[in-house]
């Protein structure tokens, strides 16, 4: 049988997108490439210019167009509390549920609470809401932090119960999210 090399290299490339299934791999190379081309090649550019145009924010480490981004540079922002989030995307989460005004931080490992650190001391924030999805590593992490900063005399709070152990936050409903954060507790 002769293979149908370009189209199975499609699908691959698709198959590779977390969530993909193969099923879902045939359908989506199928419609970009035959059943609707022009649809196909506007995505092709699309993925390039946001490859070429967004980064994460040199403050926040959330997704940005510019060094610095939008949530960080807006002075009516209330930058005196900053949400520590898992993942970029729960930054996109938590503003789509408008429950929150102030500023966030990405927590992607051990070597990003010097960042933190510089984040606080530039905004002057007296509180941290960890907004991680719950499981032991979270909290361990939370108890890092919270060490790692306890000089610099600000509070530590997590948002409440209510968000089930292992699920990340962008599977949570927006009532569940707006109300764990406006019942956030002490750590
Ligand atoms: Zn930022």
Same mark, same amino acid.
């Given at each position: 049988?002769? $293979?149908?090399?370009?189209? %199975?290299? &499609? ?22 490439? *035959? ?5 196909? &090649?506007? *995505? ?10 967004l980064k994460h924010c ?11 981004? =939008? ?18 995307? /729960?930054? #996109? @989460?938590?503003? /789509?549920?408008?429950?929150? /005004? ?6 992607? =490992? ?5 960042? #933190?650190? %510089? ?6 924030? $007296?509180? *941290? ?9 979270? %909290? ?7 060490d790692q900063l306890k000089? *610099? ?11 089930? @152990?292992?699920?990340? #936050?962008?599977?949570? %409903?927006?009532?569940?999210? @707006? ?7 002490? #750590?």
């Open positions: 049988m002769k $293979k149908l090399e370009q189209f %199975d290299r &499609l699908v691959e490339a698709f198959g590779k997108i977390p969530g993909v299934g193969k099923k879902s791999a045939i359908k989506y190379a199928y419609y970009v490439a *035959l059943q609707d081309p022009f649809f196909g &090649l506007n *995505l092709a550019h699309t993925i390039e210019n946001s490859i070429q145009n040199i403050i926040c480490s959330g997704i940005s167009q510019n060094e610095i981004c =939008d949530i960080c540079s807006d002075i009516n922002r209330n930058s005196s509390i900053i949400c520590v989030v898992e993942s970029p995307k /729960d930054i #996109l @989460t938590i503003e /789509d549920s408008n429950s929150f /005004d102030g500023l966030y931080f990405v927590f992607n =490992d051990i070597n990003s609470v010097g960042n #933190l650190k %510089d984040m606080i001391s530039k905004f002057n924030s $007296k509180e *941290l809401i960890f907004a991680f999805s719950p499981s032991i590593n979270s %909290d361990g992490i939370m108890l890092y932090i919270e000089e *610099l005399g600000i509070s530590f709070t997590k948002i409440a119960q209510g968000i089930p @152990t292992g699920v990340s #936050l962008e599977n949570v %409903d927006m009532l569940s999210l @707006t109300k764990a954060i406006k019942d956030r507790k002490e #750590l």
